[in-house]
């Protein structure tokens, strides 16, 4: 929270001492709230109306505000949110802040993760704000969003030190003749250890069985008969089905290492492009949920739905970032659907 009282200019020119307390109090509250959360929908539309009320226009989503307005009122008891509705940005980015600043776990799947792969999503997509103060704002949530993400993947994928199994006793009780031992105490930990580094391992292989095969299993086809976009986005989107935990830099660089000419395209010309593989593609991902989020997940709604009234959609991108954001978008879809995979 070192940078709230800059952030507090967004709302002031010169906000009191007793308004960055409040804030202060208020962001602390909905931090711990918010990390506790562990149903994965509520965490999506959290994350979700967190990213819309940082851009856009800065109106939150009603029940954001209303929940801001409830615990800031408890320090500031005149606050209303849709009289001062940039405030609950202001709370809700910098609560989001606090929640990434927890360390990456060694699964790659813990609250955090899930905020911060959703907050790149949404934010991402976002077009930049011309307001300076709301936009640096904007800027820090989405660059400890992805620095966060990225280093979550890598962390998930460090393989596990194998320890000595532990010493093994068996007793034997001489009324009874009854034996106990401790086999499982004993080799526990190693067993874990290995196992942990076997999937791993499977995961490594079975992500460069399939980029050697160079062919398309949704769309039946070699990848390299496809334009270059449908070729990319396709490409990402399968890659993601590989994946026992959230994509690395390295499955980002192995998606995009056939890019070429990299054409510029809007999201209503990408889907154009596509055309009818869309509904091959749209089969790989769980698209009720695309739909029910088209902020998170822009690229994958489109696909599932035809519908491209996103914000953002009218952004050019080259084809190596669509690229990318599917493959954000897959595997951060396949992380929610299944969870950490263990095996």
């Avoid at 802040?97 to 813990?110: F, K, Q, V, Y």
Wanted: with cysteine; proline share 3%; hydrophobic share 45%.
């Amino acid at each position: 929270m070192n940078n709230l009282p800059v952030h507090m200019r967004i709302t002031s020119l010169a906000p009191s001492n007793e308004d960055v307390d409040a804030r202060r109090t208020t962001i602390a509250e909905l931090s711990d709230t918010w990390g506790k959360i562990n149903d994965i929908n509520e965490l999506l539309t959290r994350a979700e109306a967190i990213a819309d009320s940082l851009g856009n226009d800065g109106e939150p989503y009603e029940h954001l505000g209303l929940e801001v307005q409830e615990v800031l009122q408890k320090s500031a008891s005149a606050f209303l949110y849709t009289e001062s509705p940039l405030d609950v940005g202001v709370c809700a980015g910098i609560a989001a802040l606090s929640i990434m600043e927890s360390a990456p776990g060694t699964n790659g799947w813990i609250i955090a993760d899930v905020y911060s792969n959703v907050l790149w999503s949404a934010l991402a997509f976002q077009p930049a704000l011309g307001e300076d103060k709301r936009e640096k704002l904007r800027r820090e949530v989405l660059d400890r969003a992805q620095e966060r993400s990225r280093s979550s993947a890598d962390k998930a994928r460090e393989r596990s030190v194998v320890p000595e199994m532990g010493d093994l006793s068996i007793t034997v009780t001489a009324d009874t003749l009854k034996t106990t031992h401790t086999f499982k105490k004993a080799t526990g930990a190693t067993i874990d250890a290995l196992r942990r580094n076997a999937v791993l391992d499977r995961e490594e292989l079975d992500f460069l069985w399939w980029v050697q095969l160079n062919r398309s299993r949704l769309i039946q086809k070699p990848f390299g008969g496809m334009a270059e976009p449908v070729r990319l986005v396709a490409s990402a989107i399968e890659a993601a089905t590989h994946l026992r935990r959230l994509p690395a830099n390295l499955h980002f660089d192995l998606v995009l290492r056939t890019v070429q000419e990299d054409p510029e395209l809007d999201l209503k010309e990408l889907i154009e492009v596509i055309g009818d593989d869309k509904a091959l593609l749209a089969k790989a991902f769980n698209a009720t949920r695309a739909a029910a989020h088209s902020s998170v997940f822009p690229l994958l709604h489109a696909l599932a739905t035809d519908d491209i009234d996103v914000t953002g959609a009218e952004v050019k991108r080259k084809a190596s970032i669509w690229a990318g954001r599917a493959l954000l978008e897959a595997g951060l879809m396949r992380m929610c659907d299944n969870g950490a995979l263990k095996l």
